[in-house]
């Protein structure tokens, strides 16, 4: 039996992940903050899906999640999915807001893959961390600086985690996922603030397309998958010349902006 664990399973791009997981004979342990969205995706997903309370702000709780899913089998995936969006300027969001964003989206993921490689160390096996950054880290995004932070904290995290791992000749994959904007509730719940405006500033991603994606990390030994690559190519550039490429960025928030309100319109 192959076990996977996925975060943040109640719902969007982890449920989705869930999914391809059991489809593929893999068992899994879903979890999610809301137990009733966790218990709901177990249940809809069949015998082989088991699914927990899990606060990945918490550090015990992901080694009381691996202990769990190690008792199943050998834990050969781990999906870090948990992730919250809080859009605004800086000046708009409290340090509640600030402290919930990274809290969940970078030490969360660094809680994650401490537990998941405890586990995967000890059976020995060739195993994935999946980590969900953002093509946010890649570049300034005005209205997501906090989120986009955390993001490119994830980015930093797994491919300093992957040095360390080839190092020690610890045979445990690691991969940082960078999708554009997807469509998901957690995107439609910040549509209405204006500082959600550069998420829009391309089409939204199909969360089932991405999920096929991240399943497919699994065996491979690419670090670092942007989705789509010609958004991260721009994205990139704007990280290596901020400065000359603010007037472009103003440009796209317009257009984003633009987009944004045609959403909410329609």
């Known amino acids: 039996m192959t076990v996977a664990v996925?975060?943040?399973?109640?719902?969007?791009?982890?449920?989705?992940?869930?999914?391809?997981?059991?489809?593929?004979?893999?068992?899994?342990?879903?979890?999610?903050?809301?137990?009733?969205?966790?218990?709901?995706?177990?249940?809809?997903?069949?015998?082989?899906?088991h699914g927990l309370p899990h606060d990945v702000r918490d550090a015990t709780a992901h080694r009381e999640v691996a202990s769990y899913a190690a008792g199943l089998g050998p834990v050969l995936a781990w999906v870090n999915n948990a992730g919250v969006l809080r859009t605004g300027t800086l000046w708009e969001q409290?340090?509640?807001?600030?402290?919930?964003?990274?809290?969940?989206?970078?030490?969360?993921?660094?809680?994650?893959?401490?537990?998941?490689?405890?586990?995967?160390?000890?059976?020995?096996?060739?195993?994935?961390?999946?980590?969900?950054?953002?093509?946010?880290?890649?570049g300034p995004l005005p209205g997501l600086a906090v989120y986009a932070a955390s993001k490119a904290g994830v980015v930093s995290w797994t491919l300093t985690t992957a040095a360390e791992l080839d190092q020690a000749g610890v045979p445990v994959r690691m991969h940082a996922v960078c999708p554009d904007g997807v469509r998901t509730d957690m995107v439609a719940e910040n549509?209405?603030?204006?500082?959600?405006?550069?998420?829009?500033?391309?089409?939204?991603?199909?969360?089932?397309?991405?999920?096929?994606?991240?399943?497919?990390?699994?065996?491979?030994?690419?670090?670092?998958?942007?989705?789509?690559?010609?958004?991260?190519?721009?994205?990139?550039?704007?990280?290596?010349a901020p400065r000359l490429t603010l007037p472009l960025i103003r440009l796209t928030a317009a257009l984003g902006e633009r987009n944004r309100r045609r959403a909410q319109s329609a």
């Open 191 to 240: 549509a209405a603030d204006h500082g959600s405006a550069m998420i829009f500033s391309g089409k939204l991603l199909d969360p089932a397309a991405v999920a096929d994606d991240i399943v497919g990390l699994i065996g491979t030994n690419r670090l670092v998958l942007s989705i789509p690559r010609h958004r991260a190519a721009a994205a990139r550039l704007s990280g290596l």
């Open 6 to 49: 996925v975060t943040g399973a109640g719902r969007g791009m982890g449920r989705e992940v869930t999914r391809r997981l059991i489809d593929r004979g893999w068992t899994v342990v879903a979890t999610d903050i809301d137990e009733a969205a966790a218990k709901a995706t177990a249940t809809d997903f069949g015998d082989r899906c």
């Open 94 to 138: 409290d340090d509640a807001t600030m402290s919930l964003t990274v809290d969940i989206n970078l030490l969360g993921i660094i809680h994650g893959t401490r537990a998941a490689l405890d586990v995967m160390r000890a059976h020995g096996r060739p195993a994935d961390i999946i980590n969900m950054a953002s093509m946010s880290a890649f």
